[in-house]
């Protein structure tokens, strides 16, 4: 079964290992300075089937990573290649301390949620999402036509009124949909929308967010 919006929040089986994986990886970290005995029995009977779930789980060795297509406040965009199926795709890494230094503005279940629950016609898609020790993953699609901002960058703040109104239009429909739906949690920064070409556009609904 796919993951279901309970009280505006995404919840699948993916929801339980990741607690487990939290709970190991904060017991480690108490082991090594509180010599918890509880503790240390929990880690060494759950290690064996941990391991065989990391082993299952997608990782960032899986990817080929072709170049850096960006950079943000919690981590970096690049471009990557599936090694198994030779796909492109788009990898959002995420530091988890960074994110936890600035918890008000760090918005990532929030993301995913929308990501996975979005209308695909507004929305990047997004395929896979996963965790390790230090980092957060999303894997997207790859949308060549690069985001709003260095487009407008690329008119010295002067772009034609043609693409303006086309542009504008796709914004405020956009908008439209994200105020109609259920996930109407936050304000999307216009800038930070990912152009496929000049013939359409999908919002990409992280990069900044603002709480209402």
């Known amino acids: ?4 919006l309970l009280d505006g929040k995404s919840i699948n089986s993916e929801v339980l290992f990741d607690i ?31 391991d065989r779930v990391l082993d299952l789980h997608l990782k960032v060795s899986d990817f080929e990573q072709l170049k850096i297509i960006g950079r943000g406040a919690f981590g970096q965009v690049a471009l990557v290649k599936a090694k198994e199926s030779g796909s492109i795709f788009a990898m959002k890494t995420l530091n988890k301390m960074e994110m936890l230094k600035r918890a008000d503005t760090a918005c990532y279940r929030e993301e995913r949620d929308v990501l996975i629950h979005g209308s695909v016609d507004w929305f990047t898609k997004l395929h896979y999402s996963f965790q390790d020790e230090t980092n957060l993953y999303l894997i997207m699609d790859y949308y060549i036509g690069g985001d709003l901002l260095t487009l407008l960058s690329k ?5 034609p009124e043609e693409m303006c109104r086309f542009y504008a239009a796709q914004i405020v429909l956009g908008e439209f949909y994200w105020k109609g739906s259920q996930l109407d949690l936050f304000y999307i920064k216009g800038m930070n929308e990912i152009l496929m070409g000049w013939n359409d556009k999908k919002i990409n609904r992280k990069l900044n967010l603002v709480s209402d």
Do not use: H, S
Request: proline share 5%; glycine share 2%.
């Open 1 to 4: 079964m796919g993951p279901i």
């Open 20 to 50: 487990l994986i939290a709970v190991y990886y904060e017991c480690q970290r108490v082991i090594a300075t509180t010599r918890n005995k509880q503790q240390q029995r929990f880690c060494e009977f759950i290690k064996p089937y941990l």
């Open 155 to 159: 008119y010295d703040d002067n772009m």
